[in-house]
């Protein structure tokens, strides 16, 4: 392995440095180039084409930001050892790394009970064991653990390097400016006092903006209604999929996917039989979409339209109101079964309903503290005429509907 580092040459931030062999060693893993073939959001392709970019393309600007916001810190005295930024890079690398293909898609429905964070500690785990205690310090950092607060923070919070990056590079490869944000201006005044991180009192505004991004983002790009609905079309696929698996039916899958196909796994299971992680290591994106190709003609006729769906683009209408659409529910399920020949039994694969929200900030997370002059510190809320009001820390609940079309 080179000691001289890389430079990885990125559209959103340009050229990117990985001076740390330790770093280099990492992006090296086949575990960690697995996220080149997994989008970093999923469907979203289907309503912005730009949106291909992937979960390494992610992984590597956060961890881009974080050596910037390490530098700012540093450059204002604050004590940070070589091994401390070293792990806080670590992390950040790695913090989506338990990503299954489509991302979010996988959690409702092939591994359902174990979320993406769970299986990202696991394989971290498991790199720490191959590279003799390597990641230490950056497991304490990740799992929050570690005696410097703040360090977590940048990896994990209402204002982490995770979300400055999704928010600017998916505003870029969507082409929707709403989420482009003033991530240098906040880097620049980002300070720590107490162990805890914050934002000096003259970087209020562009932290509202990058509050006010990421809610506009949610409505406008991730909660979409038609990718909204294109995801739901996703997890029903593979419910059903599971479903026809576990009732003994043969399916075409590729050998990562038939082990999650025909096994109904646990967290235990993950945590007690590491071949169940190696396997789902090995899933990304094209193991999903090629079985869907294939089950297309698949003799199950629910299994099959329900493919066919998602590769000619035909989705799932949706209706999202903050109103009861349980009347639009009834009428859609009747049409569904009348003029759609589907039957009782499977219509709910095609006309169901549910909720979704959006919480732009939330004073009982992990609060977003200004430093203020005075020597007080106070959380962004709670500023005089501060735009992160009731109204935006409020979470917005929206019902829908997805039916398809008569």
């Given at each position: 392995?080179?000691?001289?580092?890389?430079?990885?040459?990125?559209?959103v931030?340009?050229?990117?440095r990985?001076?740390?062999?330790e770093l280099?060693?990492?992006?090296?893993?086949?575990?960690?180039?697995r996220?080149?073939?997994?989008?970093?959001?999923?469907?979203?392709?289907?309503?912005?084409?730009g949106a291909t970019h992937?979960?390494?393309?992610?992984s590597?600007?956060?961890c881009?930001?974080?050596e910037?916001?390490?530098d700012?810190?540093k450059?204002?005295?604050?004590?940070?050892?070589?091994?401390e930024?070293l792990?806080?890079?670590?992390?950040?690398l790695?913090?989506?790394i338990?990503h299954?293909?489509?991302s979010?898609s996988?959690?409702?429905s092939l591994?359902d009970g174990?979320?993406h964070e769970?299986?990202?500690h696991?394989?971290?785990?498991?790199?720490?064991?191959?590279y003799?205690?390597?990641?230490?310090?950056?497991?304490d950092?990740?799992d929050?653990?570690y005696?410097?607060?703040?360090?977590h923070?940048?990896?994990?919070s209402?204002?982490d390097?995770?979300?400055?990056d999704?928010?600017?590079?998916?505003s870029?490869?969507s082409?929707?400016?709403?989420?482009?944000?003033?991530?240098?201006?906040?880097?620049?005044m980002l300070t720590v006092?107490?162990?805890?991180?914050?934002?000096?009192?003259?970087?209020i505004?562009?932290?509202?903006k990058?509050?006010?991004?990421r809610?506009?983002m949610y409505?406008?790009?991730?909660?979409?209604?038609?990718?909204?609905?294109?995801?739901?079309l996703l997890?029903?696929?593979?419910?059903?999929?599971?479903?026809?698996a576990q009732?003994?039916?043969?399916?075409?899958?590729?050998?990562?996917?038939?082990?999650?196909?025909?096994?109904?796994?646990?967290?235990k299971d993950?945590?007690?039989?590491?071949?169940?992680l190696?396997?789902f290591c090995?899933?990304?994106?094209?193991?999903?979409?090629v079985s869907?190709k294939?089950?297309?003609?698949h003799s199950?006729?629910?299994?099959?339209?329900?493919?066919?769906?998602?590769?000619?683009r035909?989705?799932y209408?949706v209706i999202l109101?903050?109103?009861?659409?349980?009347e639009?529910?009834?009428?859609k399920r009747?049409e569904?079964?009348?003029?759609?020949?589907?039957?009782?039994?499977?219509?709910?694969?095609?006309?169901f309903?549910?909720?979704?929200?959006?919480s732009?900030?939330s004073?009982?997370?992990?609060q977003?503290?200004?430093?203020?002059?005075?020597?007080?510190?106070?959380?962004?809320?709670e500023?005089?005429?501060?735009l992160v009001?009731?109204?935006?820390a409020r979470?917005?609940?929206k019902?829908?509907?997805?039916?398809?079309?008569?």
């Amino acid at each position: 392995m080179s000691t001289k580092g890389k430079i990885i040459n990125d559209p959103v931030y340009g050229f990117l440095r990985f001076p740390e062999p330790e770093l280099l060693q990492i992006i090296a893993h086949p575990w960690f180039q697995r996220l080149r073939n997994i989008k970093q959001m999923g469907l979203a392709t289907l309503v912005y084409p730009g949106a291909t970019h992937t979960r390494l393309h992610h992984s590597l600007g956060a961890c881009h930001l974080m050596e910037r916001a390490l530098d700012e810190l540093k450059a204002k005295d604050i004590l940070i050892s070589k091994d401390e930024c070293l792990a806080a890079r670590i992390a950040i690398l790695l913090h989506d790394i338990g990503h299954g293909p489509y991302s979010h898609s996988l959690e409702h429905s092939l591994v359902d009970g174990i979320s993406h964070e769970t299986i990202s500690h696991l394989i971290m785990q498991k790199l720490n064991v191959e590279y003799s205690g390597m990641l230490d310090k950056a497991i304490d950092v990740f799992d929050h653990s570690y005696k410097n607060k703040y360090l977590h923070q940048l990896v994990s919070s209402q204002l982490d390097v995770d979300r400055m990056d999704y928010l600017n590079r998916d505003s870029f490869y969507s082409g929707v400016s709403e989420g482009v944000i003033g991530y240098d201006r906040i880097l620049k005044m980002l300070t720590v006092k107490d162990n805890e991180l914050m934002v000096e009192e003259k970087g209020i505004h562009s932290v509202e903006k990058f509050i006010i991004a990421r809610r506009l983002m949610y409505w406008q790009v991730y909660l979409h209604k038609t990718v909204l609905g294109a995801e739901m079309l996703l997890i029903n696929i593979l419910k059903r999929a599971k479903e026809l698996a576990q009732n003994g039916e043969e399916l075409f899958a590729t050998p990562a996917l038939r082990h999650f196909l025909y096994r109904q796994l646990t967290e235990k299971d993950f945590k007690e039989d590491p071949r169940h992680l190696e396997e789902f290591c090995k899933l990304d994106d094209s193991d999903i979409y090629v079985s869907i190709k294939v089950w297309q003609t698949h003799s199950d006729k629910t299994l099959s339209m329900l493919c066919k769906m998602l590769i000619l683009r035909k989705l799932y209408k949706v209706i999202l109101s903050s109103q009861s659409l349980a009347e639009i529910l009834v009428q859609k399920r009747s049409e569904a079964e009348k003029l759609n020949g589907i039957d009782k039994e499977n219509v709910n694969y095609f006309v169901f309903d549910g909720t979704t929200s959006n919480s732009a900030y939330s004073p009982a997370d992990e609060q977003i503290l200004i430093a203020m002059k005075d020597g007080s510190s106070k959380d962004i809320y709670e500023i005089d005429d501060s735009l992160v009001n009731q109204a935006l820390a409020r979470p917005v609940h929206k019902n829908y509907i997805c039916y398809v079309q008569a």
